[in-house]
Structure formats: C-alpha cells, structure tokens
C-alpha cells in the first residue's frame, strides 16, 4: 500500500525557516549577554530573524491555496484559543512584531532595550517549539505525536539560527568571529545534544505502533536511509562535531584565525544548516499514518 504525504517540502522549508529565525534572535541575545563588543553579530542576528521567518510565511502561505488567495482566512485560526495552531498564529504574530522593532531601532543605530530583547527571546522559543507541537496535532502519525519532537526541533532551531549568524560572520566580521569563543563552544554542545534526541525519538517511535515502525524503518533502512545517514547524520550532525572539536580543543589559537579554519568553521556551520532543513523534511516526508481498522457489519 502507498502512502502520498498530506505535507511536502515547502512545509519542511517553512518549519526549517521558522526555527532558522527564532534562533537566530535568540543568538544575538547571547551575543549582547557574552560578547557585547560583537555589535555586528548581533545586527547580522537581527536581520535574518525576521527575514527567514518571512520568507517561511510566504511558503506556507503557497502551500495552503485558499490563504494564499484570502490570506485574511488566516485570522479564523485565532477563534480557537484550545488550539496549537492558534497559539502558532499568536506566538508568530509577536515575534515579527517585536524582531521587525528591534531590527528598526538597529538601522537607525538606536539602542535595542534590554526587556525588548528578552521578550523577542520568550517567543523567539515559543515559535521554535511551535514548529514541532504544530506536526503533533496530526495525532495518527506516531512519528510527529511524540513529546519529543518540539524539544529536538528547539534544540535544533537554537543550532541553525547560531550557524547561520557564526557564517555570516566568519566572511563579513572575522574580528568578532575569532573573539566569540563563549559562542562557538555553546554552539559546539547543540549537534551532540540534537545527535541523542534524534536517536531516541526513533528508538521511541519504533516500539510504539506499528506505523512507528515502519516510519523509523523508512528513515535508517529504507527509501529515505541515504538522506538520512549521508545529509542528516553525517553532514548535519557528525561531520560539524568533528570539525568544530579540532578547531577548539585541539588546534593552536594562531590557526583558529586563520582563513584556512575560518572556511573549515563555514563548512561545519553549512553542514548544520543542511542538518537542519533535512530533519524537518525527513520527518515530514517518512511519517506514516496508523491504520484504523473498520470492522464490516
């Protein structure tokens, strides 16, 4: 029997990219609590924040037709305060206000309040974890209606919105690049963390139903295994981790500056962003549904 998914890849695009946004707020924040002097950084943070999450909307937005034609039957989302969706709408809602204001006070070079910020943080996480509770409303597929999957998705957004300023830096801003090491070894934690939710929200899924089963079997075995091991795991999850390991714990200090270990960084931090979209379009795309049984009369 096949299986067309109800959802596709601009969806995994909207999620990746939602995610992407939230953390990268959340790394300009950081930046401002650790490295205050990384004053670019921080600017480059709060520029694609509410760029991504923007270009995420209009994805979603060509994916669901009838809001794409009367985006204003987006607004009937907010009637049902009981709903994950409605709360996505709310928490979406906020954060582009707030990271649209702090990315206005930065270009015109006024300073960003500090509880301004912090309110960005709050729902810069709220939207980050919305992404994976928004795919466990569909409670008959076993791999998204899992506890877990907001907390990778987190894990996992903090990551790329890190990688994703770490790049833009390594090429525009080297000075600050080489001076956040409070950064780079917080970021350096992500992929070993996000490496044991995945693995566990597979172990989990496996042995819960059968449609479990088969979902997990799909990513490590079957039509999906090579995206799975070769971009997800290798090229999103090892292959950082190695690189990033040498670079901080095991090379000198006047060769973590070089141009040469700025390319290796921009490669680990590439990776990470290909890890990211591709766990959210694996796990979009291997779901199986649980098959119910009518019994005939």
């Given at each position: 029997m096949s299986f067309e998914p109800i959802w596709g890849a601009p969806i995994a695009w909207y999620l990746f990219l939602a995610g992407l946004g939230g953390g990268a707020f959340v790394t300009s924040a950081f930046l401002r609590w650790r490295h205050p002097e990384a004053v670019n950084m921080r600017k480059a943070g709060h520029v694609i924040a509410p760029v991504v999450v923007m270009v995420g909307l209009v994805l979603l937005m060509i994916d669901a037709e009838a809001g794409l034609h009367n985006p204003l039957r987006f607004a009937l989302l907010l009637h049902n305060p009981f709903s994950v969706m409605t709360w996505g709408v709310v928490f979406l809602a906020a954060f582009m206000v707030i990271a649209l204001a702090v990315l206005a006070l930065d270009l015109l070079k006024k300073r960003v309040p500090a509880w301004l910020e912090m309110a960005g943080v709050v729902f810069a996480v709220c939207v980050a974890m919305y992404t994976g509770a928004l795919l466990g409303v569909c409670k008959t597929f076993p791999l998204w209606n899992n506890a877990l999957l907001p907390i990778l998705f987190l894990?996992?957004?903090?990551?790329?919105?890190?990688?994703?300023?770490?790049?833009?830096?390594?090429?525009?801003?080297?000075?600050?690049?080489n001076k956040a090491g409070v950064l780079k070894k917080f970021h350096f934690c992500l992929p070993i963390v996000e490496t044991l939710l995945v693995a566990s929200l597979c172990f989990i899924t496996a042995f819960?139903?059968?449609?479990?089963?088969e979902s997990v079997m799909s990513l490590v075995a079957g039509e999906w295994a090579v995206w799975f091991w070769l971009g997800l795991v290798f090229v999103g999850?090892?292959?950082p981790t190695a690189l990033e390991t040498w670079l901080l714990f095991f090379s000198s200090k006047e060769f973590e500056e070089s141009k040469k270990a700025h390319l290796i960084s921009a490669a680990s931090d590439a990776g990470v962003l290909v890890g990211g979209f591709l766990l959210r379009f694996l796990v979009v795309m291997a779901a199986l549904p649980v098959t119910i049984t009518v019994p005939m009369l």
């Open positions: 894990v996992s957004a903090m990551s790329a919105g890190a990688a994703s300023v770490l790049l833009v830096a390594v090429f525009r801003h080297a000075d600050e690049f819960n139903s059968t449609a479990g089963f999850l090892i292959l």
